[in-house]
């Protein structure tokens, strides 16, 4: 697993839910991109189902919920074999 196949699904799984991040926008906070806390939440649970991963959201939201850190942590957790 790549961190730029990792972002591209989750670019895919912002867009399918009617939100335009660019590629550029990585390091951007998506909650101030325009994406809400509660589809927020459901992007990061369909991310779980496809990477087979548990997410910690408390520590996701303990800062801003970017591209960049989001492909990071999940990387990251399926490293470690941390599957849900």
Do not use: C, W
């Not at 196949?5 to 998506?30: C, M, N, P, Q």
């Not at 101030?32 to 992007?43: E, P």
């Not at 520590?59 to 942590?73: C, D, I, K, N, Q």
């Amino acid at each position: 697993m790549t961190g730029s196949r990792v972002r591209a699904a989750i670019f895919k799984e912002l867009e399918s839910r009617g939100y335009t991040v660019s590629e550029s926008e990585h390091d951007l906070d998506l909650i101030s991109a325009g994406v809400n806390s509660a589809a927020l939440i459901q992007i990061l649970s369909a991310l779980e189902d496809v990477y087979e991963i548990d997410l910690d959201t408390e520590r996701m939201f303990s800062g801003p919920v970017t591209v960049a850190r989001l492909a990071a942590e999940i990387t990251r957790i399926a490293a470690l074999g941390l599957r849900g």
